[in-house]
């Protein structure tokens, strides 16, 4: 059974940084490409970083270019992403998803993840 489960997420005052972690089991993660994608209260899913599979290509949404890093060590399973500078707005649950695509990962939509782990929650104070 393929399970991806996330870690990492917490409370943290604006500025700081978090790590969060998306480890994966019961598939051959090193042909999947693996996405973060983040839901706030009353607004609409983002796809906010993800990394191609065998080319590491990432993707960045604008909104965290610059201050989040996406990464992946194949040998653990698992994919990382550095949050720096975090701000209020950043709050959301955050969600690892994983397909095996095609084209670069930046271009496939939430739903054409089939894979999902259950989320982990990251708050930014003010």
């Known amino acids: 059974e393929m399970q991806l489960v996330e870690s990492g997420g917490g409370l943290v005052q604006a500025g700081g940084s978090l790590k969060l972690s998306c480890t994966a089991s019961g598939f051959s993660f090193g042909g999947y490409a693996i996405g973060w994608f983040r839901q706030a209260p009353g607004k609409e899913r983002e796809k906010v970083s993800c990394?191609?599979?065998?080319?590491?290509?990432?993707y960045y949404a604008d909104s965290v270019k610059g201050r989040f890093t996406i990464s992946r060590d194949n040998a653990r399973n698992t994919v990382y992403l550095q949050m720096s500078s975090l701000k209020p707005e950043d709050t959301a649950i955050y969600f690892c998803v994983a397909e095996i695509l095609a084209l670069s990962c930046g271009l496939y939509s939430w739903d054409e993840y089939q894979n999902r782990g259950k989320g982990t929650q990251v708050t930014v104070s003010s």
């Open positions: 990394i191609s599979s065998h080319s590491g290509i990432t």
